[in-house]
Each structure stands twice: as C-alpha cells, then as structure tokens.
C-alpha cells in the first residue's frame, strides 16, 4: 500500500531482498506517480518505474465490500504491510492496526508518516517539508543565503531506508517470538537521524564558537546551528574549488579535504613546500586563520588541471577528496554499471531506461533488478495463485470496481 517515494523505496528494497513484493493500488488510477512528470505521453513516468522494480501490481479498493475481503484474505496470506497514506487512512480504509493483528498476529505493519505522535502527527508530509522541519534546510546552504534543501532525497528515501531496517529487525523479532509487530517511521525523525552531527554542533555551540565554520572568522554566531556552505562537517577543513574547464562546465570542481596528516602531501603537490617551515602555515590552528587563502592556493593548481586529474594526483597522497560527477557523468560510468548500481531496463511501453540498482549488495544474493509492473498487471494472478480465489469471484470482484 504504498505510493510516490518514501514508502516505495522502502518496499523496491525488500523485494531486491528477494520479497514478493504486492503493490496494492487504487483502480482506474493507481499509484499518482505513474502519471508525475512524465516524459513519454499515456506511458508509466521515470519517477514510477524507478521506484517499482520488481514488484507485482494488484489493483484494490478496500473500500468496497469484496476489496475489503480481498485486502483481508491478503493481510492472512502476507508477512508485512507496508504503507505511506496520509495519517489515519489505512484506519479510515476499516483496517486499524488491531484489526490487523486479529485477521493475523504474525503481520508486520510499517508506517511511514511525515510526523511522529505529536502536535503535527495528522499533517500531510513531502519530501521537502521533511527536510524544513528535520534539520536539514536550516543548516543546508550558503553562510548568507536562504536556507536550502538538497537533491539527495533524504526526506523520502532516507525514510524509506529507516523503514528497511524497521521492517527486517521485526522479521527477525518474529522468528524468536512468533509475533508481528508494528513499525513506524516520521519523515522528521529520519532526516533529524541524518543531520544527527548538527545537532552535536548545538551543543557544541553552547560551549563556545564552531572553529571549523566559516563563521569562527567571518561574522561570529547565533544562537543555532548555522549554514556553513561547503565547509568541512568532520573537523577538517574542506572547500569545493575549481578545476580545469570551471568557466564553461558547472561541474569542474572538486571538493578537497586538507587533513592535517595529508597537507604536508597536499602542500608540496600544489608548490607551497615553504609552508612546512613556516610557523604561520605548519600547524591546523595557525591555518585555521588563514582557510581561505589556503584553499585560493588549493585552487590556482587545481584549475590547471581536469577533476579527475586531481582526484588521480591527491589520491595516491592520502588527500581525501571527490570531483563534482554530473547525473551524465554517473549514469555513463563504467563502474557503476559493472556492480549493477547503475541498471539498464526493458519496459513494454517505454523501451529502455536507466535505473539505480540495489546499493547494498549480499554476496550469496545478488540483485537482478527487472522492470515495474504496468497498473494492475498481476492483479489476476495473485488473487488466484496467492488467495486461491476462482475466475467467478474475480469477475464479481471487478464487476463491484473493487479490482
Ligand atoms: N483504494 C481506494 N482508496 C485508496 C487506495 C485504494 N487502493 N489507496 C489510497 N486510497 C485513498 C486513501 O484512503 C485516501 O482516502 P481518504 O482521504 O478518504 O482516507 C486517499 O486515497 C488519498 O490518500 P492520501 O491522503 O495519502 O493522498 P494525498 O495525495 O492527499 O497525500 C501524501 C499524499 C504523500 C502527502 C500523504 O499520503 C502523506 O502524508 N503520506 C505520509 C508521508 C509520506 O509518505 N510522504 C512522502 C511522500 S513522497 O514525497
């Protein structure tokens, strides 16, 4: 039971894992992603078939009087029911958690919702409100700017990932005790688990100034945690700088790290050797003073140079460091597509598109990743094969608009 991003990754995962994923969709309509921004006319969007792998697709209204006995004859048959409705639907469907746990106490029930309990436990949550109010916008942007929400959709895949570690933690919990349990997982609660070092710097805060923000030189601080631009969040200085190309390609950059047990490496490769006799330069503190002018230093030899000519030069140093790669970089990467984290999928309707494979990889179970199922395209199939239900209780069920 579920839709748009948060709830479907969790479940793309599980059935990476090899589940029997069964995605119960709305009749007629389905998932509202399967129309979201498409880029073929009347065929499955990009940010469905992403999402879907590996799934069968049933369409259901538990709403009706033979949806509701099918979604019961379903919740006997499954080991885990995952859904990201807004708060209360399921309940509203008739299916509250202790109904559930009666039609079968070994069922799994993972929930993913915007808020935890609270005074915003009923509010409808995306991606970008999670990041607002979980920490991440705040503290995500430029010294001055506004604050900034960030591509990496930690707001509804992040949770997706959360809900991953809920649901096969209550798998396990079930082999030892034989009970199913309920699991929840708030978009806020998973970004915050994210930006958990932010909320380490609060208190650091409180303690005295942040010396590795830009802020220590540049403007003294508040009283939160502020946005530090593309400093450094581990303790060493950082910065993105230029690279070869930078005044035509957006993404000519590379972030360089200048780890105090690597810069005297870093120092001599970039043609400052003096600064290693140089009380001004040779130690973190006396540098921390002086971040900008060094990283300026950083950049005049990095802009002679392709990106991935500098990751080739500082990496055999120990210069911890990561060229800006483009989506077209990544998705055209050799590598990726070797370990099967950059796929590519045949679809009936769309031909062939890229997806990203399974990011965690099982030695004895590796992945296959096959397409996402069109709208209700196994919705005979299950109720035969896994409900036993016989071809005059599917004709009645449809006739009823419940499939
Ligand atoms: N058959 C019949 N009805 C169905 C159905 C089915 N198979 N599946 C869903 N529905 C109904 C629901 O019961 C609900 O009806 P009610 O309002 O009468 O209870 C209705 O569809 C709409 O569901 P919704 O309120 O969840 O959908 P929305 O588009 O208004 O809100 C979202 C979307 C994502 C904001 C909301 O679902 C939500 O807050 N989810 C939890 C947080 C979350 O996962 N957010 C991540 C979204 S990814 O960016």
């Excluded at 096959?370 to 896994?386: N, Q």
Aim: glycine share 10%; proline share 6%; with cysteine.
């Amino acid at each position: 039971m579920t839709h748009v991003q948060s709830g479907p990754t969790c479940t793309q995962i599980l059935a990476w894992f090899g589940a029997d994923v069964i995605k119960i969709e709305r009749p007629g309509e389905g998932d509202a992603t399967r129309s979201q921004l498409r880029d073929i006319p009347d065929v499955d969007s990009l940010y469905f078939t992403m999402l879907n792998s590996n799934k069968r697709s049933v369409t259901l209204n538990p709403k009706t009087d033979a949806g509701a006995r099918i979604f019961t004859r379903l919740i006997e048959e499954c080991d885990v029911l995952v859904e990201n409705y807004a708060p209360g639907a399921i309940d509203r469907m008739g299916f509250p958690w202790e109904k559930i746990q009666q039609i079968n106490p070994r069922m799994i029930y993972a929930s993913v919702k915007g808020f935890g309990p609270g005074p915003y436990e009923d509010c409808k949550v995306y991606e970008n409100v999670a990041q607002c109010t979980g920490g991440a916008a705040s503290t995500t942007g430029e010294v001055d700017s506004l604050p900034l929400v960030t591509g990496a959709q930690i707001g509804d895949s992040g949770t997706g990932m959360h809900l991953v570690a809920g649901i096969l933690a209550a798998l396990f919990h079930r082999e030892k005790s034989g009970r199913g349990q309920r699991v929840t997982c708030a978009m806020q609660d998973a970004v915050l688990n994210l930006c958990r070092v932010k909320l380490r710097d609060q208190q650091r805060l409180a303690r005295g100034p942040l010396m590795e923000y830009p802020q220590f030189l540049n403007g003294g601080f508040s009283h939160a945690v502020p946005r530090a631009g593309n400093a450094s969040g581990g303790g060493h200085p950082g910065s993105v700088v230029r690279c070869k190309g930078w005044e035509t390609d957006p993404d000519a950059y590379i972030y360089v790290i200048a780890q105090a047990g690597a810069f005297p490496a870093l120092a001599r490769v970039i043609g400052h050797e003096d600064w290693l006799n140089d009380p001004e330069f040779n130690t973190p503190e006396a540098r921390l003073h002086k971040l900008d002018y060094v990283f300026s230093e950083i950049e005049k030899w990095t802009t002679t140079m392709d990106k991935m000519d500098v990751m080739a030069t500082l990496n055999p140093l120990n210069v911890p460091n990561g060229p800006i790669l483009s989506m077209k970089e990544l998705a055209e990467e050799p590598a990726l597509r070797e370990t099967g984290t950059v796929v590519e999928v045949e679809h009936p309707e769309r031909g062939k598109y890229l997806t990203v494979g399974n990011p965690i990889k099982l030695s004895d179970s590796p992945a296959e990743v096959r397409r996402s199922p069109l709208l209700g395209e196994h919705t005979d199939e299950v109720l035969r094969d896994v409900l036993g239900l016989d071809d005059k209780e599917i004709h009645a069920a449809r006739r009823e608009g419940a499939i």
